[in-house]
């Protein structure tokens, strides 16, 4: 029965962009490795296609950073494919000093293949074992412990986030970008969870033992910011939230205190669990250590043109002039080349 509803919510919850805005190839130069022609070429990045337990082939990056102490997990939202968020990652790995691993939900752009049959439908159940195959290549490809690892969810991606965070027990963090309550409550104020709802992130959040950093924009208009701040309530163990004033559903990175939060948070991850390795090994020294320094690092995205235009065939058209009123202070990245990265789009969760 849970298979035939989440096969039935996905009609309304996935839009993965069609056609695909990339193409994975195997260069015989490098024994056959694979690469993304339509995003630049990076001795830092890997190209892997994954088996899931659903028997699909997903395709994942791995971004590598010189002096990573964490890696982070991440999981797109319901409009875009890697070819589109590729570049936002190696913006997200550079300014936060971490490995990130990306992955297509089977459905999604080049994920798409079981045998001779392609997946035509996304489904809840998959993107929990895509999710779960990421996982399990960071740990066994990568040696990456839970420890180590920082889950970051984007909007539906808070789904799949949310459920492997409540079966690991020692990750390191977890961030949720413009979260869902579950499927049902972004199209309707239901106060109780449905058989046939997906994605029921209320009742899963209970159960995640790290500590938990909710964003969401004030002004996001395909998902309330009540989900958001109802979620931070329900967490164990709370970061401050950052509520983006004015903030949409697709838009938060062009806001300086996005990024300034975000590397607040994961430094915070980085020294409790500096705290508590010292705190196993008895030693009381005093914490006086001054914050590092953001001088010098610019606190918005500067993103390159190139990246591949994102699919327009999604239901997110009537939010763009309600937001063109709401821009950020101060940012240096243009509208223009946010919106290749995520197309201000109508149900985009």
Not at 26 to 55: F, N, Q, Y
Not at 68 to 97: C, I, K, P, W
Not at 166 to 177: A, D, K, Q
Request: one cysteine or more; a positive charge.
């Amino acid at each position: 029965m849970g298979g035939v509803t989440s096969t039935i919510a996905a009609k309304f919850a996935f839009f993965p962009p069609n056609p695909p805005s990339y193409r994975v190839e195997a260069d015989d130069s490098c024994g056959g490795c694979l690469h993304i022609p339509e995003v630049p070429r990076r001795d830092d990045v890997d190209v892997l296609k994954l088996r899931t337990r659903r028997g699909y082939d997903i395709v994942a990056v791995h971004i590598k950073h010189p002096k990573s102490t964490a890696t982070l997990l991440y999981s797109h939202g319901n409009a875009a494919d890697l070819g589109q968020m590729f570049e936002l990652f190696v913006e997200l790995s550079n300014r936060l000093r971490v490995n990130l691993m990306g992955y297509d939900y089977s459905g999604y752009g080049q994920s798409t293949g079981k045998l001779l049959f392609p997946l035509k439908q996304p489904t809840e159940c998959n993107t929990y074992a895509d999710i779960d195959a990421a996982h399990k290549c960071l740990k066994e490809k990568y040696g990456v412990k839970d420890e180590q690892l920082i889950l970051y969810g984007q909007s539906v991606g808070s789904g799949p986030t949310l459920d492997l965070a409540s079966r690991l027990p020692n990750l390191r963090g977890v961030v949720l970008h413009s979260p869902i309550l579950s499927g049902m409550r972004v199209l309707y104020p239901v106060k109780r969870t449905y058989w046939f709802d997906i994605y029921k992130n209320i009742d899963k959040i209970g159960l995640v033992n790290c500590s938990v950093l909710v964003i969401h924009g004030t002004a996001d208009e395909v998902v309330d910011c009540s989900h958001g701040k109802q979620l931070w309530e329900l967490c164990k163990e709370k970061y401050d939230p950052l509520w983006i004033s004015g903030g949409g559903h697709c838009n938060l990175e062009l806001y300086p205190e996005f990024i300034r939060h975000l590397k607040k948070f994961v430094l915070s991850l980085g020294k409790s669990k500096t705290a508590a390795n010292a705190s196993k090994k008895t030693t009381a020294e005093p914490d006086n250590q001054s914050k590092p320094s953001e001088g010098g690092s610019s606190d918005t995205f500067e993103l390159g043109a190139d990246l591949p235009e994102v699919s327009r065939n999604s239901l997110d058209s009537r939010l763009e002039k309600s937001k063109r009123s709401n821009k950020p202070e101060k940012s240096r990245m243009s509208t223009d080349r946010v919106d290749r990265i995520r197309r201000k789009k109508g149900l985009v969760w």
